[in-house]
């Protein structure tokens, strides 16, 4: 082992009460991992020394587990790791209905989804030119520079 870099510590959104996969997905870029934690928490790690640049927290939604409709659908992301395109890390937390990016320099928020689109984007799919194209129930195309639906 090369190094141990403790993130986050929290429990799942599902707090123990539903059956629950905690899988971390990295992405790599320049010497620099990008970790989605599902658990409150976006983080930037040096490849050499495991050493934290930067970490960005965001609210999480609490997790109802009675929804028989789950309707709550950003819960059931899984295998979910940030998308880098352009300067922006991308990240769809299961633990937050918002899909939102993070300047991958400085971890600052650049841009989120509007409350309520695509809240049931499950996979980020991929990059091109200016968009990002996410599934759920439908596919989404949104605009890289600012969050918006296309």
Request: proline share 3%.
């Amino acid at each position: 082992m090369r190094w141990r870099t403790k993130i986050v510590s929290s429990t799942t959104a599902g707090g123990g009460d539903v059956d629950e996969l905690s899988l971390g997905l990295l992405s790599l870029d320049h010497g620099r991992l990008f970790c989605n934690t599902n658990q409150g928490a976006v983080a930037r790690l040096r490849t050499d020394d495991g050493r934290i640049d930067w970490l960005t927290t965001y609210p999480r939604a609490a997790f109802r587990g009675n929804d028989p409709d789950r309707a709550e659908r950003h819960f059931f992301r899984d295998l979910n790791p940030c998308l880098l395109a352009k300067d922006w890390a991308i990240t769809a937390p299961a633990d937050h209905a918002r899909i939102f990016a993070l300047d991958q320099g400085t971890g600052m928020l650049a841009w989120q989804t509007p409350e309520g689109a695509a809240e049931d984007a499950i996979h980020l799919l991929g990059a091109a030119d200016n968009t990002r194209l996410a599934d759920g129930d439908w596919l989404y195309w949104i605009d890289l520079s600012t969050g918006q639906l296309l």
